[in-house]
């Protein structure tokens, strides 16, 4: 075993069906007084629901959340929370809505507690990111880490199934990658191999009903293992390659990384065999990044760039942007390989080397 450094979170994690029940009980525990409900505008209810488990401890729900978090709303949550003498968040969603609360908790240091409602995985990570003017930056800041989260996977069950199968995917990229990454370890590879396996279980089944209440815990169960593992190592060319479409194309996320996945996990594979190894057993597969595509093509999800709206003509640039950037990947970066990725993930065939 090669020497490695491992670093654990201080976070407290409540799991199972009911336990958003304890939230105000969650927020006392965080010695806070009075949270700021956030939520996107279509999910008001959900929130206004924890805005009355909460009681007396609720500040207020401030329903402005938007994918990416622009510095807009950002500011406004900011000031909103301010104004209503907040002194915690409470982040009822998916990752646009944890990352509206990560956005107040860089600037003000205030606790967050997340209930997430997608398998995205945000609550398990120090990781923020922040859209002004088109451009997206993100970074990394131990304040911005949700210190509770309640995964209750009833909360899950509205969860559509296109979303849950795209979103699930996007949290099995977390694991793919941290098994091959830089800094990897033997505590994050065990987490990352029994994310793959919760997912690759979970998704058919809830593809075959939404309702199904086992398999949206096991979902759930495998979204925070394969955060947990995008949190604590570098992820490589799969995550590098879906912030460029997304930031630079405006591409939805959880689509992209669907896309994306089996195509940068195929340009790794001759590079990270052993890794490539464990994600095919994770998966019951002899072939990982078919068995990932597959994965998204029984179940509905687009395998294909042109099916989220890239244009072909945005390929060369798309591939010069990501050359742009170096970090550490198993196989170096070549622009011929990378272009010939980026035209199969537009096509949508199947991966190939
Ligand atoms: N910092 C980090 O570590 C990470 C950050 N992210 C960031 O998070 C964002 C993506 O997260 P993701 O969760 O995919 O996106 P969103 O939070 O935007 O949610 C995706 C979709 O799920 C829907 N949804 C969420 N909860 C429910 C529910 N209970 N019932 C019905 N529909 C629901 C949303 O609907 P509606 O719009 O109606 O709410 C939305 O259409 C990106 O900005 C990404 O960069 C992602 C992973 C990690
Ligand atoms: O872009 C962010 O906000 C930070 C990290 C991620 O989105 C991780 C991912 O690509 O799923």
Redesign the pocket.
Known sequence: MKPFVYESRAQRVLFGAGTLAQVAAEVEALGARKALVLCTPPQRAQAEQVAGLLGERAAGVFDGAVM??PMAAAREARAVAQRLGADCAVAVGG?STI?LG?AIALDSGLPILAVPTTY???EM?P????TEEGV?R?GRDLRVLPRTVIYDPQLSLGLPVGLSVVSGI??M??AAEGLYADDANPVTQLMAEEGLAALGRALPAIHADSGNRQARADALYGAWLCGTV?GSVA?ALH?KL??TL??SFNLP??ET?TIVLPHALAYNAPAAPAATTRIARALGAADAPLALYELALRHGAPVALRQIGLREEDLDRACALAMQNQYPNPRPLEAAALRRLLQNAYDGVPPAA
């Open positions: 990416h978090v990752g990352g990560k995205a995985g945000s990570t990781i923020y990111g922040l997206k993100t996007n949290a990229a977390h995008l992820m995550h879906c912030h997304g930031g996320h959880a990384h």
